[in-house]
Nanobody, 120 residues
């Protein structure tokens, strides 16, 4: 059963910024890497970013490198995805999940996600 809740999505113009939040209960969050994924209409789910349990290591998908930043606040059991210089191709439903996998097929359960829409 998924124990994460995504929020922070919205409808913005190209070039704008958004910050997404992934909240989890302490049992789920502690000692877990957290990854963000996204799925555009008609496309497969795509890896966006991942952060290690302690927050010292991060890794990004090529399409967001240099524009998105993943971070975490372990005291709040929360992971953030700061998205800058948004493009229309960033449109999609954004999901987070526990574990350090960058392949979305390695996850069985997903939350509701949060919708991000970027207009040109």
């Amino acid at each position: 059963q998924v124990q994460v809740v995504e929020s922070g999505g919205g409808h913005v113009q190209a070039g704008a910024s958004l910050r997404l939040t992934c909240a989890a209960d302490e049992r789920t969050f502690s000692n877990s890497a957290i990854a963000w994924f996204r799925q555009a209409p008609g496309k497969e789910r795509e890896f966006v970013a991942v952060i290690s349990a302690a927050g010292r290591a991060t890794h990004y998908g090529n399409s967001v490198l240099g524009r998105f930043t993943i971070s975490r606040d372990n005291a709040k059991n929360t992971v953030y995805l700061q998205m800058n210089s948004l493009k229309p191709e960033d449109t999609g439903v954004y999901y987070c999940n526990t574990g350090g996998y960058t392949n979305p097929n390695q996850y069985q359960n997903w939350g509701q996600g949060t919708q991000v829409t970027v207009s040109s």
